[in-house]
């Protein structure tokens, strides 16, 4: 079984300690070149020394290959032999995911926390732009002590908790919000014993959507806010980060169209999420975050009809 970051990044002068796991194909750790520490992206899904590498920060890319490793490269057979032993961790890592999820499945665990709700908490909701009806239908919840670990540290925060389930409200994950994170460690933590997950705003559909169009955004709030405002039946999708796309892309086969809404400094991950999609996608940009326009910028559902109208296809 392989632990830790992959041995293979001292070939390139990069200490593997300084890297942590980003999802199930890649790792994050300090640039080369910009010097960011959580900005540059390793992607371990090829044989090494073909691994492909990307600064979201200073935008330095390419694969290890084309540096020039500082010492002899894998021979073909130690290629092979890290390659399976690499698929065999992956289809561990993926049977244990499976169990977890139908352990998650049968606890319905959401909905204790939905019960923890109190005036509060259903007031925080409201001011993030989520009426109290469509908290019910979210099964939006609280969590008074969430225990979490972060790079071998070990925490204790309140949380407010959204589920997350597929179509036909199939469960799949829950975001835990954090009040008053730790430094250094993001507001929105899933579950890390489950795969990442998308949110969808409409899980009552049995297919993703019926329409045929579907709307991409960066997190689950952003997600319900923008479905909420717009009061249609699209739907909405809230994906973990501009860089963890939970497997989306599979999803989405057979859509008519797909826009991509991410923050303004994501311009990047929105090109390359469209060209992962495909010739349904078309990438629009705003200037602010997407909630923050229909909550504090006067952006209407009439006028967001017409953005998405000016949403352009992604060239290679």
């Known amino acids: 079984m392989i632990t830790g970051a992959p041995p293979e990044l001292q070939q390139v002068g990069m200490n593997p300690s300084l890297f942590h796991k980003s999802d199930a194909k890649s790792w994050r750790g300090p640039c080369p070149r910009c010097g960011g520490t959580r ?90 732009g989520i009426p109290p009806s469509w908290q019910a239908f979210y099964h939006l919840g609280f969590e008074a002590e969430h225990h979490f670990e972060n790079h071998g540290e070990f925490y204790t925060r309140p949380a407010y908790v959204i589920p997350k389930f597929d179509p036909g409200w199939q469960p799949t994950n829950c975001d835990f919000r954090l009040i008053n994170p730790p ?12 795969q990442p997950a998308a949110f969808f705003t409409r899980p009552d559909y049995k297919e993703i959507a019926p329409d045929g169009k579907a709307i991409i955004c960066e997190g689950s709030k952003k997600a319900m806010v923008t479905s909420i405002k717009l009061d249609e039946e699209t739907q909405v999708i809230g994906l973990p980060s501009c860089n963890s796309w939970a497997e ?57 009809k017409r953005v998405l109208a000016q949403g352009r296809p992604v060239e290679v």
């Open 183 to 194: 430094d250094g460690v993001g507001k929105y933590r899933p579950k890390a014993e489950l």
């Open 248 to 304: 989306i892309t599979e999803k989405l086969k057979g859509l008519e169209r797909v826009w991509i809404i991410f923050d303004p400094d994501a311009t990047v991950w929105s090109r390359r999420l469209a060209l992962e999609i495909g010739k349904i996608a078309r990438v629009v940009t705003l200037p602010t975050k997407i909630d923050d326009a229909f909550l504090s910028y006067g952006l209407t559902k009439d006028l967001f």
């Open 39 to 128: 900005r540059f992206v390793v992607f371990t899904d090829r044989p090494w020394p073909h691994w492909n590498f990307f600064c979201d920060s200073c935008a330095f890319e390419g694969f290890f290959d084309q540096l020039g490793a500082q010492g002899e490269k894998m021979t073909p057979a130690q290629i092979a032999d890290w390659e399976n032993k690499r698929l065999a961790d992956e289809e561990e890592k993926r049977r244990q995911r499976v169990l977890k999820r139908a352990e998650y499945a049968t606890s319905k665990i959401w909905l204790t926390y939905e019960h923890c709700m109190c005036e509060e908490n259903r007031a925080w909701w409201m001011t993030a």
